[in-house]
């Protein structure tokens, strides 16, 4: 099963690299490739017996890519109660999973939440930066709770995000919303 999980997070690692490369407003394209890969690292958390937090929301997080996926495809925006109810599942399913709050549930609930504003965004920059962030506390959940299957996934999507902001980003032609 543990080579599974590598496969599966190998797997993530591309879609979220390309997601975290591309290039401009091409938010449909971003929501499609960070909903394989949330998917993908879902499954890895999940069969790797680790990380029970990082799978359910990253589960929960595919589902909302998705949905955020068909709203950019029909030009619609984002209601701003779908967001609350992201963030009120994404908090609840956290604290259920875990059975409470610790210090696993409380990095995954804020990674959760961070993950939220990246999908939200309107162009690659925005995602870009929140990215960055999420990913930062989900390799700190990564090693305190040893899903280092997953870790050798959000590693490379950090740099790989940190890479993109500087080349895409750094002239400010773009607008994050933070």
């Not at 999973?97 to 961070?114: D, H, Q, Y």
């Not at 939220?116 to 990564?142: E, H, P, V």
Request: aromatic share 12%.
């Amino acid at each position: 099963m543990q080579v599974l999980s590598y496969i599966l997070s190998t797997l993530g690692l591309i879609s979220m690299l390309v997601a975290s490369a591309v290039k401009g407003k091409r938010m449909k394209l971003i929501l499609f490739l960070a909903f394989c890969g949330n998917l993908f690292v879902a499954t890895s958390y999940h069969i790797g017996g680790s990380g029970i937090n990082g799978a359910a929301a990253c589960y929960l997080g595919a589902v909302m890519t998705i949905i955020n996926y068909f709203f950019e495809s029909k030009d619609i925006p984002l209601p701003k109660w779908l967001i609350s109810i992201y963030a009120i599942c994404m908090v609840a399913l956290n604290l259920w999973v875990a059975g409470g709050l610790s210090l696993f549930s409380g990095i995954a609930i804020i990674a959760s939440l961070v993950y939220i504003l990246a999908i939200i965004q309107k162009s690659g920059a925005g995602y870009r930066f929140w990215t960055i962030i999420n990913m930062i506390l989900w390799c700190t959940y990564d090693i305190i709770t040893g899903s280092y299957s997953v870790l050798i996934t959000h590693v490379p999507q950090l740099v790989t995000a940190l890479v993109s902001a500087f080349f895409h980003d750094r002239k400010g032609k773009q607008n994050v919303n933070v």
